[in-house]
């Protein structure tokens, strides 16, 4: 029996649905989703093993232009999937016309290395306008596998499948074939209060936030976590905790019933507020939190 393996990288704009379709395409919620854009700032892999197969899927931040160190990192996130895929997914919302990047996008679809063009958000559009989009799609990349799917409803994600298969080449697994992703737990502990935060938080309160899991203790029945939640300003603090901490008190109640789900557990979360003065451009900061090697 021969065996496929390879990598597959999803690449496109902020908010077109990369990170809902990782989601659905490897069954677990291993990347948070909120309607803000750069709620993803890692590279994060999602690894899907079948008998004689092994994708491992990267969820990227979308393709924006860096205003600051943080946001650099973040592309360099996005060029490294760029540059070892086996497989490329390119995703864009049916309704999208410009691409915010044109020569990122050229440079893509000039590559040899093949690229599955989705169109995400077919819920949201008419059958009109769906089939203009493909054909414009279509004429735009010869080269590339168009589909419409919806990530949301889960419309066309067999499809796909079964063509990352298709296209993946044959090699040995690069991963263990019972690892789920390259994170540790505590990561996914982090980027689900970071979730509540982009939730909760209007402005610039999420982007100027980082999370910190300082403790995570497996017993029996219960893991016991202690998070930090890092901010640049006092009155970002103040903000986050909340009158009366009834702010902090719903992201960590939220979070935690999130992380018991994913987790099979009972979890206990303790979290606090600390300042971390521009951390995010902050080198050694940047590094610590994994945004930099
Ligand atoms: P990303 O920034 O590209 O990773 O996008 P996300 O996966 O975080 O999704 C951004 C927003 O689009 C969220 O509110 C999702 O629920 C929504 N979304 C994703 N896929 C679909 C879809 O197929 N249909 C609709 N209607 N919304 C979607
Ligand atoms: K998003
Ligand atoms: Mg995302």
């Not at 309607?35 to 092994?54: E, F, M, P």
């Not at 559009?125 to 590339?144: A, R």
């Not at 980027?191 to 980082?210: A, C, G, Q, W």
């Not at 901010?231 to 719903?250: A, C, D, F, L, P």
Request: glycine share 4%; proline share 4%; no cysteine.
């Amino acid at each position: 029996m021969t065996h496929k393996a390879g990598f597959v990288n999803i690449i496109g704009n902020p908010n077109v649905g990369k990170s809902t379709l990782m989601n659905a395409l490897v069954g677990e919620k291993l990347s948070i989703i909120t309607s803000k854009a750069q709620t993803t700032r890692h590279r994060i892999l999602g690894i899907v093993n079948g008998d004689d197969y092994q994708i491992i899927f990267s969820d990227t931040p979308g393709i924006i232009k860096p205003a600051y160190e943080l946001q650099e990192s973040m592309m360099d996130f996005v060029k490294s999937a760029f540059e070892d895929a086996d497989v490329l997914i390119y995703m864009v919302e049916v309704g999208e016309t410009a691409l915010k990047n044109e020569a990122f996008f050229n440079k893509i679809i000039h590559s040899k290395i093949p690229v599955i063009l989705l169109l995400n958000k077919v819920d949201k559009s008419t059958q009109e306008e769906v089939e203009e989009k493909i054909d414009y799609w279509k004429k735009k990349v010869p080269s590339s596998y168009v589909y419409v799917i919806s990530a949301l409803e889960k419309f066309n994600i067999d499809t796909v499948f079964y063509k990352i298969i298709e296209l993946l080449p044959e090699s040995p697994p690069f991963y263990p074939k019972d690892q789920l992703t390259d994170k540790p737990e505590r990561f996914f502990v982090n980027e689900k209060i970071r979730e509540k935060i982009l939730l909760h938080y209007k402005k610039e309160i999420p982007y100027s936030v980082e999370v910190e899991t300082e403790s995570f203790v497996e017993e029996d029945n219960i893991i016991k976590i202690r998070s930090v939640i890092m901010v640049e300003r006092e009155t970002q603090k103040g903000i986050i905790i909340g009158h009366k901490g009834n702010s902090i008190k719903r992201v960590g109640t939220e979070a935690r019933k999130d992380l018991e789900q994913f987790f099979e557990k009972k979890v206990f979360l303790d979290l606090y507020v600390k300042i971390n003065k521009n951390w995010r451009s902050n080198e050694r900061q940047l590094k610590r939190f994994g945004y930099k090697d």
